[in-house]
């Protein structure tokens, strides 16, 4: 019977094998205390193994909370541990409630990680995974291989009118954006219903696409209850749109994937709230493991951060997160690296030094929105900024090459 396989970074005050067995019994057939329904047999079929444990560093002080150590003495270590899909089939939320469920709360840990998780091929026949991914976000936004998108989020992120958004996008259409979406702060708001809005961004979309040939994606944020959901993207869909946005750590698992299944709009996937799953060194979720979950549920896009971000995570962990969007999962489960959070132009030259790639959608707020000539100038900068990285020249260069990158470099590149 085939099996999954998770890795956790663990500490423990006791020793590693037996804290191992707990977390495997944990999450099995096994509870605290041997109960009579549980047979040799029912272990044979169901009880998870440990199937391998690689012994790390010793510490004095625990990462978190749990079990004091009779010693003094934490220990930390990777394990493998694995369960028949017969456990919980194909079923995405019991799935990550065995691979993490209680884990974080068990005494016997004072530091829990889910670092990856392996899924056999078998899912590829169940999860259809992305509908768009990355081929499929450049075929409907028509940007061909060799560049990233360029995107940027609406700006102030709530407040303005449909109106008043819809003459932003305008000027960011006319100017040559590739993307742009609702920032997670704006649902439905007393000034700016949805379906309002919808309805006059999609008015300058459509017409700018009849008159260009080009159709700028717009992500609509239709995070919200299921049915509200389910009328949102409806409407997203009869006005023309081509993309939707959910805040996926929200909406959660289940309704992310009930809005994949559609298949008819790229799923913009933000990932608002990852810090209280990753932040801490041991607790949480590794984005190895998180976008693999998501790419299951069918999102096309997740956001990675970006080099040099406002936040708190490095730039060897953003590396690390575009990687593990671009590596194939189950033959072909793309899904398209968001890069965001502070950006202007000025990372793009580090951006593509670090990953060697164009597969991505580049996103820029304030670097855009308050750029000294305006947004459309934002976006020209934008533009300029990845051809310099692409064809190798410096932020230095760059700036002398081109007029709108360089008028970032004076405003953005002193902070």
Known sequence: MERITATYYIETPYAVEKAAQVLAGEQSSGTFVAVPGET???????AARVEEIEELETVREPAIP???SPSGQYHRAMVKVSWSIENFGYNLPTMVSTLQGNLYE?????????MDLEVPSSFAAHFSGPNFGIKGCRELTGVAMGRPLIGTIIKPSIGMSPEETAALVKTLAKAGIDFIKDDELMGSSANSPFDKRVEAIMKVINEHADKTGKKVMYAFNIS?????????????????????MISINSVGLAGVKAICDRGELAIHAHRNGWGMLNRHPLLGIDFR????????AGVDQLHVNGIQNKFWESDDSVVNSIEACLKPMLGGYEVMPVVSSGQWGGQAPETYRRTSTTDLLYMAGGGIMAHPAGPAGGVRALQQA??????????????????????????????
Not at 106 to 114: E, P
Not at 228 to 243: N, W
Not at 400 to 411: C, D, I, T
């Open 40 to 46: 040799e047999a029912i272990k044979q079929r169901f």
């Open 289 to 296: 493991a998180y976008q693999k979950i998501w790419r299951l």
């Open 386 to 415: 990845w051809e310099a990285a692409v064809n190798g020249l410096s932020v230095e260069e760059a700036a002398k090459k081109y007029e709108e990158f360089g008028l970032s470099v004076e405003k953005f590149g002193k902070k």
């Open 106 to 114: 068990i005494t016997q840990f004072t530091g829990l990680k889910l």
């Open 224 to 244: 919200d209850e299921m049915d509200a959901m389910y009328r949102h993207y409806d409407k997203v869909l009869v006005s023309g749109g081509t993309c939707a």
């Open 66 to 68: 749990g079990a004091i």
